[in-house]
């Protein structure tokens, strides 16, 4: 049995993809994905339960992300689970979590289309 880490979401976009290009050439897209799930307490009452994802895309998938991407699409993402660390400017580490996207459909369009790097 081999070890798998993928992440399948399906969300909306919350702000405009930020893309960044290197000197190398090379591309790096970050951007937020909010799902949402509700369901029922303990005495009946809904509850809506919104979360926040940090995407980023690198390469020909960030400039797929630039390109089709916009906020509000809808989407389903495919990608692994990443957590890293860094030294912030105040010299206090800081931890991330962040879904490194390997491919994604659109999902608002009655046809969905799929984007692969």
């Known amino acids: 049995m081999s070890n798998t880490n993928k992440v399948i979401l399906s969300g909306y976009l919350g702000k405009e993809p930020m893309v960044k290009q290197f000197e190398s050439g090379s591309r790096m897209a970050t951007f937020t994905l909010a799902t949402n799930e509700s369901y029922l307490n303990s005495v009946g009452k809904r509850i809506e339960n919104t979360q926040w994802h940090k995407l980023v895309a690198w390469g020909d998938m960030a400039q797929e992300v630039e390109r089709q991407l916009t906020k509000g699409t809808k989407i389903k993402a495919e990608g692994k689970l990443s957590h890293r660390h ?23 369009f009655e046809k969905t289309q799929a984007i692969r790097a």
């Open 86 to 108: 860094y030294e912030a400017q105040d010299g206090t580490r800081r931890y991330v979590t962040e879904i490194v996207l390997h491919d994604f459909e659109l999902l608002q």
